[in-house]
C-alpha cells in the first residue's frame, strides 16, 4: 500500500509569489491535515479536510489556504509568500477525522525556501 | 488549550544503554497520545499510541510509553539504544488528524 505522498519535495519562491503543494493520502483515507515545521516554532497544524470540508484551521494567516478533492487529494496554497514561510510542509492522512483517537501518517514533506 | 511539553531538548546516550524521553501534556478531556520519530529531512514515523486501555503501550523498533495520568506523562523508553536510533522524537496528543506536539528532543548516540 503506498504511504502518503507530496509533491514537490522541494521548493525555492521568491518572496511576493505564491505557491501550491500537493499531498495524496493514503487509499481509503479521507482525512488529510497540513503542518508547518520550522526551527523556531516546531511543528504547527495548518488545517484539516475531510470529505471535502476543512474541519479545522490552526492560528495561521489568511495567506494559507487549502482545498480537497473528491478523491481525497489534497492542496495548500500559500499566497504572497514571505521570508517567514520557509518551512518543511507536512501532510497526514488517517483513515477518518472523528473526535476520537485515530492514526495519522505522514508524508515525507515539501521543503519550501524562500528568498 | 491543549499542549505538550519535552523538556530534554537533547539527550546523548551510549550505543546499548537505556533510553527514556519525557512528555508532559496538558488536555481537558481523554488524551489520545503519540510518539513520533523523525530522521533528518524526513516525515514523521508512528512508533506507538495510546487510546485507553493498558497504560504500557508497546511499539515498533522496541519501543515502549507508559501513560500516568496522575502526572499527565507519557514517556518513551527503550531498554537498549542502536546507533540507528539517533533521529529527532516527538510526542503529540490529539484528536482525530489534528495534533499538538511537543518541541522534540534530538537523540544522539555514543558509538
Known amino acids: 500500500k503506498a504511504g502518503v505522498t507530496q509533491t514537490p519535495r522541494y521548493l525555492i519562491k521568491t518572496r511576493g509569489q505564491q505557491v501550491t503543494l500537493s499531498c495524496s493520502p493514503i487509499?481509503?483515507?479521507?482525512?488529510v491535515s497540513w503542518y508547518q515545521q520550522t526551527p523556531g516554532q516546531g511543528l504547527q497544524f495548518l488545517f484539516e479536510?475531510?470529505?471535502?470540508?476543512?474541519?479545522n484551521k490552526g492560528n495561521f494567516p489568511g495567506r494559507f489556504s487549502g482545498r480537497q478533492f473528491s478523491n481525497s487529494r489534497s492542496e495548500m496554497n500559500v499566497s504572497t509568500l514571505e521570508l517567514g514561510d520557509s518551512a518543511l510542509y507536512l501532510c497526514?492522512?488517517?483513515?477518518?477525522?472523528?473526535?476520537?483517537?485515530?492514526?495519522?501518517?505522514f508524508g515525507q514533506g515539501t521543503r519550501l525556501t524562500v528568498v | 488549550a491543549q499542549s505538550v511539553t519535552q523538556p530534554d531538548i537533547h539527550i546523548t546516550v551510549s550505543e546499548g544503554a537505556s533510553l527514556e524521553l519525557r512528555c508532559n501534556y496538558s488536555y481537558g478531556a481523554t488524551p489520545y497520545l503519540f510518539w513520533y520519530v523523525q530522521s533528518p529531512g524526513q516525515g514523521l514515523q508512528l512508533l506507538l499510541k495510546?487510546?485507553?486501555?493498558?497504560?504500557l503501550v508497546q511499539g515498533i523498533k522496541g519501543f515502549e510509553a507508559e501513560f500516568k495520568r496522575s502526572q499527565s506523562s507519557f514517556n518513551l523508553r527503550k531498554p537498549s539504544v542502536h546507533w540507528s536510533d539517533a533521529a529527532e522524537y516527538f510526542c503529540?496528543?490529539?484528536?482525530?488528524?489534528?495534533?499538538?506536539f511537543g518541541g522534540g528532543t534530538r537523540l544522539m548516540v555514543k558509538p
Open positions: 497526514a492522512s488517517s483513515l477518518r477525522a472523528t473526535s476520537g483517537g485515530t492514526e495519522a501518517f
Open positions: 487509499s481509503g483515507h479521507r482525512s
Open positions: 495510546y487510546f485507553s486501555g493498558d497504560t
Open positions: 503529540a496528543v490529539g484528536s482525530g488528524n489534528m495534533l499538538t
Open positions: 479536510y475531510f470529505s471535502e470540508t476543512q474541519r
